[in-house]
């Protein structure tokens, strides 16, 4: 997966406890992402870091917040889980595939979350 | 709304067939489209992609066609095997914020 890894890979908790998903990436991406997949929704994105420090909010970002320290860390908070964010998470990078290709999104394996 | 989706949600192939899949966009902004293969239990992985410039572009046993007239995109797999099994998602990027918009999948199923 390209030097992507999320951690944990599957998390079963409460409603009401904070949760924090990590990516960890190894080849000194500037952009991450973090997207959910559901059934019938596809991937949609909840919030992308451009540079340490520098987020913005995705189409799905309500109930989530994020952190980027330092460059090979993108961490995915849910301060307050709620049963509707019980999901499959995944990380993604931007990478260039080629020189006439467009910067395509390499995604991490996922972290699979219930929230009972 | 903008959107990206594809046309049927479930396609089943004969293996050896070659399968088409579909998918109509809405955006004419979009730079570059995007074929995504997600295996059951991974992360969808990169097949191909074509700028919105082109008509056609070709890889290793897969061909994506892209008909900006009527906004839609298709991908072309020949001589489908076993392992083609999996959901395939078409995207949309534009330049300007390289945010991936996604349709909601299809899911291949190869027959032996």
């Known amino acids: 997966d390209a030097g992507i890894t999320q951690s944990p890979r599957h998390k079963v908790t409460e409603t009401g406890t904070p949760v924090t998903l990590r990516c960890h990436q190894t080849?000194?991406?500037?952009?991450m992402y973090w997207y959910r997949q559901d059934p019938g929704h596809g991937l949609r994105l909840i919030h992308y870091?451009?540079?340490?420090?520098?987020?913005d909010k995705g189409e799905v970002s309500d109930g989530y917040s994020v952190s980027r320290s330092k460059t090979e860390d993108f961490l995915l908070t849910l301060e307050s889980a709620t049963s509707s964010q019980t999901s499959v998470y995944f990380c993604?990078?931007?990478?260039?595939?080629?020189?006439?290709?467009?910067?395509?999104?390499?995604f991490g394996a996922g972290s699979r979350l219930t929230v009972l | 709304g903008e959107s990206v989706g594809l046309h049927l949600p479930t396609l089943s192939v004969q293996e050896g067939d070659n399968s088409i899949i579909n998918c109509a966009y809405s955006?004419?902004?979009?730079?570059?489209f995007i074929w995504y293969k997600q295996e059951s239990g991974k992360g969808p992985q990169f097949i191909i992609d074509?700028?919105?410039?082109?008509d056609k572009r070709q890889g290793q046993r897969v061909t994506v066609l892209l008909n900006k007239t009527v906004k839609h995109l298709s991908l072309q797999i020949a001589a489908t095997q076993p392992g083609d099994s999996a959901v395939y998602f078409c995207?949309?990027?534009?330049?300007?914020?390289?945010?991936?918009?996604f349709g909601a999948g299809t899911t291949v199923t190869v027959r032996a």
């Open positions: 870091s451009y540079g340490v420090k520098d987020t």
């Open positions: 995207a949309e990027i534009r330049s300007n914020d390289y945010k991936l918009s």
């Open positions: 074509i700028r919105s410039n082109m």
């Open positions: 993604a990078i931007r990478d260039q595939r080629d020189a006439s290709g467009a910067n395509v999104l390499t």
């Open positions: 955006n004419s902004a979009s730079d570059y």
């Open positions: 080849e000194n991406h500037r952009y």
